[in-house]
């Protein structure tokens, strides 16, 4: 066993944090307030090449597709901000079943519009439905071909980047009676008629990340757009958010340490009865339990992308990842909030906003509770 990074991923870990601390800390607070798409941030992350670093070279990007090194990334990112690292994730949200499914005419069409340095390009990934979370099969998104083209109608909600995206990778029903197995992708630009954005949320948190209804109405894509076989698409799907759900479990570490990091300093500093609080077990004892938590998730994620990263399966092992750390960064959180006392409580202090934004990380791309259903019929 090797427990150390490489060379390379120390200096981008040292590479993704310095972006985070220079450019995402001192901003965080502000677009969290206006709940405002951080555009002058992601301007400068796709001038550094952080938007498309895990996008092939031959494409225009980096090349360091490895999933260690996208969490190597995603936790300095997420410890930045998770709202603005959210807004800037969706582009690989949109990449990755490019990347999963698509042909080689079809990566070298649509990848290299998220690899230019000088513009932001978004993208969205459509999948959830107001009545089709986790059941894919309740999916009533219509994709009907005629000819050479489908005609999608439907409609798509809580979307990262929806409205707002310049590329659109939609998953609709080619084959109603077919359930699972009637599911296809196909892959889209925003100036395609009939694409309409709806109702944009007002969230608990990631407020910097845009997320709002999609809808399609008599949207014609040519054949040529389908993402794969023709009714295959959940295939590809439940492929690519095996490799997704150690990112988001990497998120939750950075998030949680983030809050926990600042409650051990405030812990230091904070003094009551003529000493810093931290040398009450009662506050130091919480501390060391968050660390230990932290510590955990992030290894468990490890573990995961590293199968991952050899080709073997991490469906068990992402999926625990994702359920410990989506869990543990809202009990980190809300520890940092209780450190601070009444000042946790309020807006000047950081530790409200890594509380609400924690929560969602037991709830998206696969709630808690879808994990352990994954993991009990694995087991």
Sequence with gaps: ??????????????????FAEREMRPVAAHYDELEETPWPVLEKAAAAGLLSYAIPEEYGGAGLSGLVNQLVVGEELFWGCAGIATAMGGIGLAALPILEM??????????????????????AMCLTEPNAGSDVVAMTTRAVKHGDHYVINGAKTFITNGGIADVYVVFAKTDPTAGYAGVSAFVMDKQTAGISSGKKFKKLGLRASHTAEVRFEDVRVPEENRLGPENLAFVGAMKMLEHSRPTV?????????A?????????????????PVYYNQGVAFPLAD???????????????????????SCNLEGSM????CGDMAMEVTTQAVQTLGGNGY?????????????K????????????????????
């Design 102 to 123: 698509g042909s080689d005419e079809q990566k070298r069409r649509w990848l290299p519009l998220f690899t230019d340095p000088n513009q932001v390009r978004l993208g």
């Design 259 to 275: 809050a926990y990091e600042y409650a051990l300093k405030y812990a230091k500093e904070r003094v009551q009865f003529g000493h």
């Design 360 to 379: 969602i990380m037991s709830i998206y791309e696969g709630t808690s509770q879808i994990q352990k259903r994954v993991m009990t019929r694995m087991m």
């Design 1 to 18: 066993m090797d427990f150390a990074l490489t060379t390379d991923q120390l200096e981008l870990r040292e590479w993704a944090h310095g």
């Design 249 to 257: 479990a990497i998120a939750a570490v950075g998030v949680a340490r």
């Design 321 to 324: 990842a994702k359920a410990f």
């Design 346 to 358: 309020m807006r000047d202090y950081p530790v409200e906003k890594w509380f609400r934004d924690a």
């Design 290 to 312: 968050m660390l230990i938590k932290i510590e955990s998730g992030r290894l468990l994620a490890y573990r995961a992308a590293w199968l991952g990263d050899q080709h073997l």
